[in-house]
């Protein structure tokens, strides 16, 4: 049984043909990664080695979170990066990336929050059995000594954001939530909270014990859904502009290939 996480299931929702490529035929597409891509793991980067630092009793200037930042995005670009919106170029994105940090820092430092792990990966069963997990890595992991409470923190790069109720039904942080319940007691109290360094703007949410039990039924059922399902349709929406199989898709190409190999020749000839 595959271990799935929510990326996975959430790109089954986008679109069932992409999740078809990317997890059943196993299509490696050319380019892994858009520029927001790049810059979100950039900046995540940065604050994770920050946390770290900060965790060796070494609190970072934020000049050197800026060459930390910079020695980064050059490290980790790829000449393939393509850049979808024909508005912006590399230098814009790489200065949002500057204004991400420079901001986060001016708000949170001295980083003395209490965090006790960053990147932690952890594992959640949806039945009693252990036949269906979830993994996922929480970006930082808190323990807020003053509410007592654990705090699941993750960095946000998007351009928008989200709406209440969005937030109030995130499934990802959620699902740590459980995670968080199962590892130190299922009477702990645990807040999610998101940050949006676009808009240098904290979330916050709390899910009640139903609603997670809810959550984990509802994830169980998608899986089945997604294990049961032999009709990979797709889906047509403005993030086809992002999919690394545009040219090969049946809906954006008019003669589409069929075999793996054939698809895998298609997308990596054209660009989207
Ligand atoms: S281009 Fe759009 S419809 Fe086609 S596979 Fe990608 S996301 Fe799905």
Redesign the pocket.
């Known amino acids: 049984m595959p271990i799935y996480s929510h990326s996975r299931l959430s790109t089954f929702e ?5 999740f078809k ?1 990317k997890y059943i035929d196993k299509i490696i597409p050319p380019l892994e990664k858009s520029i927001e891509i790049h810059l979100g793991k950039v900046s995540h980067e940065v604050l994770e080695w920050l946390y770290i630092e900060v965790k060796k009793n070494n609190i970072p200037s934020l000049d050197e979170a800026l060459l930390y930042y910079r020695k980064k995005w050059d490290e980790m670009w790829d000449p393939k990066i393509v850049i979808v919106r024909k508005d912006l170029t590399r230098e814009d994105y790489y200065n949002k990336g500057i204004k991400f940090i420079i901001d986060y820092y001016m708000k949170n430092a001295p980083f003395d929050e209490n965090t006790l792990s960053v990147e932690e990966k952890i594992m959640i069963n949806l039945d009693d059995v252990g036949q269906y997990k979830i993994q996922g890595f929480i970006d930082r992991l808190v323990y807020n000594l003053k509410t007592e409470e654990y705090e699941v923190h993750d960095y946000k790069t998007a351009n928008n954001l989200p709406l209440p109720e969005k937030v109030d039904n995130d499934r990802q942080l959620a699902l740590y939530s459980i995670a968080i319940k199962e590892k130190y007691g299922q009477d702990k109290k645990v807040l999610l909270v998101w940050h949006y360094l676009a808009y240098n703007r904290k979330i916050q949410s709390r899910r009640t014990d139903e609603q997670l039990k809810k959550l984990k039924e509802d994830t169980f059922k998608l899986i089945k859904k997604i294990e049961s399902t032999t009709e990979f349709n ?4 403005t ?3 992002w ?4 040219s ?5 190409n008019d003669n589409p290939p069929t075999t793996k190999e054939e698809i895998e020749k298609t997308i990596s000839e054209k660009k989207n």
């Open positions: 986008q679109c069932a043909l992409k490529y797709p889906n047509k929406s993030l086809c502009n999919c690394e199989y545009k090969a898709c049946p809906l954006w």
